[in-house]
């Protein structure tokens, strides 16, 4: 499924290890949610520093992209590892991602998408994959919210019982996002260090960037210097993160990214026929 205008395609590489640090990162400093939207896609709108947070220019080719994504991991991409530049809840952001080809295959079968309901989510998360749950053992509250999941395919009832069949569609491995400015308020637009390790990719003179190095640090966030020339250099190194697919609002932050994917490789304007608004996940659920 080819994304029209973006960097997908296989990278070679070996495997980057599995994360192995329990943590859970938060990386907002100042991002304000105004429930107007900033573009079509999403629903909050992020203060900018004022040198801007700008996606990749014309003086960088999709070559440059995967060898900064290397730099940034510590390494050659997994094998199956796809780059893609996208805006996600109005950030311009760098991706580095994996398909799970059966979850996809699964969902255009049943000509269904991105599903984007925090509490079916997490009703999901209960149940184990293709194994039969008897109804009689699930909370009420649960067995409504998989109701829900019939109609979207995300589960079959059989008798008395469900069968969930849904599952992350995608997996991201590293979120970058370029800045041009190398004082602390380049974490300012960071909002996916919850999700996915995450790293801030300076395209500005280091001078000054100390206090930047230090608040990243404290945030999990990594800082890669690279304006183009030579070869990017590590600043601070990115964090591994727990697998957060086990989390309703992790899985959801899979659910936005595979609706952005979808939407690109249908041409502008496509994921509008998604249902999906794709605002933040910490904010206030409803269900």
Not at 42 to 71: H, I, Y
Not at 88 to 115: K, M, T
Not at 146 to 169: F, I, K, N, Q
Not at 261 to 276: K, R, V
Request: proline content about 7%; hydrophobic content about 45%; aromatic content about 6%.
């Amino acid at each position: 499924m080819p994304i029209a205008g973006r960097l997908r395609r296989r990278l070679p590489g070996t495997p980057i290890g599995d994360p192995i640090l329990p943590r859970f990162a938060l990386a907002f400093r100042g991002i304000a949610c105004s429930g107007a939207a900033a573009d079509h896609s999403c629903g909050c709108v992020f203060a900018l520093p004022s040198q801007g947070m700008n996606l990749m220019t014309s003086k960088f080719t999709d070559a440059d992209l995967v060898r900064l994504c290397e730099a940034a991991s510590g390494g050659k991409l997994a094998l199956d590892a796809e780059v893609a530049s996208v805006t996600l809840w109005g950030v311009p952001v760098v991706l580095v991602y994996r398909w799970n080809d059966e979850e996809h295959a699964r969902r255009q079968a049943a000509s269904v998408g991105p599903l984007d309901d925090l509490w079916l989510l997490d009703a999901l998360l209960k149940l184990p994959v293709g194994d039969a749950v008897a109804l009689a053992s699930l909370a009420g509250r649960d067995r409504r919210l998989l109701g829900r999941g019939e109609s979207v395919h995300a589960c079959e009832r059989r008798a008395d019982t469900v069968v969930r069949s849904a599952v992350p569609p995608v997996s991201v491995d590293l979120a970058v996002v370029r800045s041009e400015h190398a004082g602390v308020e380049a974490l300012d637009v960071m909002p996916f260090g919850a999700y996915a390790p995450q790293a801030i990719w300076l395209d500005a003179p280091m001078n000054g960037s100390a206090e930047l190095q230090a608040e990243a640090v404290r945030f999990s966030t990594g800082v890669v210097h690279w304006q183009g020339v030579d070869e990017p250099r590590v600043l601070v190194p990115v964090q591994p993160l727990a697998q957060v697919h086990e989390t309703a609002a992790g899985w959801r932050f899979a659910e936005h990214v595979y609706a952005r994917l979808l939407e690109d490789s249908a041409g502008p304007g496509a994921g509008a026929g998604l249902g999906l608004g794709l605002v933040n996940p910490l904010g206030s659920p409803t269900g």
